[in-house]
């Protein structure tokens, strides 16, 4: 039998579209869990959550891509990165396949689309 606070810690955690992973750990610590939208784990804190922050990084488009796997998704919007990776939220340049125009775009505010 759940004890309240850890039953209240799940409904909480339910309503942002998480699924926990591991036993309650309390508000403070980080709580493995997965995201029933996008099916990636995170680990947030439930404190934050019932501030109001977000659930999921992935999400909301501020967890760091693996530096190769950015490079394939420009690659595959037909564009070659010209730098190293700089993080989500950083202008990176890249030259465009189609037309060879240099483009710095943040892959959070503006994803590569695809002009094939």
Known sequence: MLMAGAARAIADMHAVW????LPYPGTIKPWKSRCLVCDQTVAPRLGNIRRGQGP???CAGNARLNPV???DVMREA????????PGVSQP????CLM???VWA???SLDPPRNFR
């Not at 998480?18 to 992973?21: D, F, G, H, I, R």
């Not at 037909?78 to 990776?85: H, K, N, V």
């Not at 990176?92 to 030259?95: D, L, P, Q």
């Open 92 to 95: 990176w340049e890249s030259r």
């Open 99 to 101: 037309c060879g125009s």
């Open 69 to 71: 796997v950015a490079a």
């Open 56 to 58: 999921c990084e992935h």
């Open 18 to 21: 998480l699924e926990p992973l």
């Open 78 to 85: 037909g564009f070659e990165p010209l730098a190293d990776y």
């Open 105 to 107: 775009r943040r892959l």
